[in-house]
Structures are given as structure tokens and as C-alpha cells.
């Protein structure tokens, strides 16, 4: 089993549309929790830090559910640009320890 | 201000031949991370270097090597080079070995 699990998509979106993303990860004491965006043929870039309270950055939110070990994120009014591979990561348990663990990836394509 | 600069940005080399790939950090960033990226997947966890010294390190054969210098810029050396090595090499660098990275636009290597 896959330390984070991502549907790879692709999600074909309209402009306007609300879309949401999933992923899981298996190990339960997983200390931090990121999306990142990652654009063809480009670096990753971190788009918010994901908490047990849930977080908003305008159009977009993420959420945690620990006891599910689940993570999501929410975007709303969809756009060209927002139009990339959305990458959940997680990290390790461990001092010392900073690695990120990457999912695979879901792909988000939004139309005109 | 220089972000996370990667060099070379793509490479073509035999197998069996030996590669270098070079990252320097940000400006006052002394950790560098190393991550592989094989196409259709999410970047998978190599090294971690903090104040020259190895902090992580992931599930990586001994083909891999890296370290960081005084200037706290890295290398990563892949030895005996298979055509499974054939990724984009992504460096990070974050302040003080946390979880703030910042990721270079990586170094696509191809072997034929």
C-alpha cells in the first residue's frame, strides 16, 4: 500500500465549477500536511498547509480528518490558471526527519 | 532575489555511465533536499543535508550519493546510471531543516 493514496484524475472541470480532491495516507502518526501545485514539465509549489481545523485561502480549502487519515481540498469557482497536478504530501514521523511524502498526484484540467 | 538554481537542466547520458547534478539553496537556507520524480508520479524523497551533515536519507540504492559544502550548495552523484534513473532531480531548500521548502525548477535526466 502507497504511503499517500491520490485519485490521479484527470477531473475535467468547466470554468466556474467547484471541484474537490481526496487523498489518504496510512501512517496515522503523520506529524504535517501540505498541497502542493505542481504545473507541467514544473517544479512543485506549496499552495497551503492543510490543519485539523480546516483552512481557507480564498478560493480554496483544505481540510484534515485524522481519525480517517484523510485530506482534502476544496477549490471553488474554478479557473484556467488553476488548471495543474495538485500533489498531497505528508510528513514522516521522526527528529530529524524532514522528508515529504509525495502522493501521485490528481490531475485538474478546467475547460472554457 | 535567486530562488533554488539547479544545474544542468537537462542531461542526456549513457547507462552505466556517472552523473553530478548541482543545487545551490537560497540565500540563507541551510538545508538542501534531493527528490526524484519519475514521470507520472510524485516526487520520491532521496537525501536531506542540514549544516553539511546528512539528516534523511530514502529508499535509495548505494548508486546514490550526495553532499553539501561549506557554501551549503549540494551534489548528488548517481553512479552505474540505469535507464530506470531517468527522472527530474528536484532540489529544496528550506531555512532551518523544516518543513518551509523551496523547490528548484530540477535537472531532467534522460539515459538512453
Known amino acids: 500500500r502507497k504511503e499517500v493514496e491520490q485519485d490521479p484524475g484527470p477531473f475535467n472541470v468547466p470554468e466556474g465549477a467547484t471541484v474537490a480532491f481526496n487523498c489518504t495516507y496510512s501512517n496515522s502518526a503523520s506529524q504535517s500536511f501540505f498541497w502542493y501545485r505542481q504545473d507541467c514539465r514544473k517544479e512543485p509549489k506549496l499552495l497551503m498547509s492543510?490543519?485539523?481545523s480546516g483552512n481557507e485561502d480564498g478560493r480554496f480549502t483544505a481540510q484534515l480528518n485524522r481519525a480517517s487519515q484523510y485530506i482534502s481540498l476544496l477549490i471553488r469557482d474554478s479557473k484556467l490558471s488553476d488548471s495543474a497536478t495538485y500533489l498531497c504530501v505528508v510528513t514522516p514521523v521522526g527528529a530529524g526527519r524532514r522528508a515529504l511524502t509525495f502522493g501521485s498526484g490528481t490531475r485538474l484540467q478546467v475547460q472554457p | 532575489d535567486a530562488g533554488v538554481t539547479q544545474s544542468p537542466t537537462h542531461l542526456i547520458k549513457t547507462r552505466g555511465q556517472h552523473v553530478t547534478l548541482r543545487c545551490s539553496p537560497i540565500s540563507g537556507h541551510k538545508s538542501v533536499s534531493w527528490y526524484q520524480q519519475v514521470l507520472g508520479q510524485g516526487p520520491q524523497f532521496i537525501f536531506q543535508?542540514?549544516?553539511?551533515?546528512?539528516?534523511g536519507r530514502g529508499n535509495f540504492p548505494d548508486r546514490f550519493s550526495a553532499r553539501q559544502f561549506p557554501n551549503y550548495s549540494s551534489e548528488l552523484n548517481v553512479n552505474a546510471l540505469l535507464l530506470g534513473d531517468s527522472a527530474l532531480y528536484l532540489c529544496?531548500?528550506?531555512?532551518?531543516?523544516?518543513?518551509?521548502?523551496?523547490f528548484g525548477s530540477g535537472t531532467r535526466l534522460t539515459v538512453v
Open positions: 543535508y542540514y549544516e553539511k551533515e546528512e539528516r
Open positions: 529544496a531548500s528550506s531555512l532551518e531543516g523544516g518543513y518551509g521548502y523551496t
Open positions: 492543510v490543519y485539523s
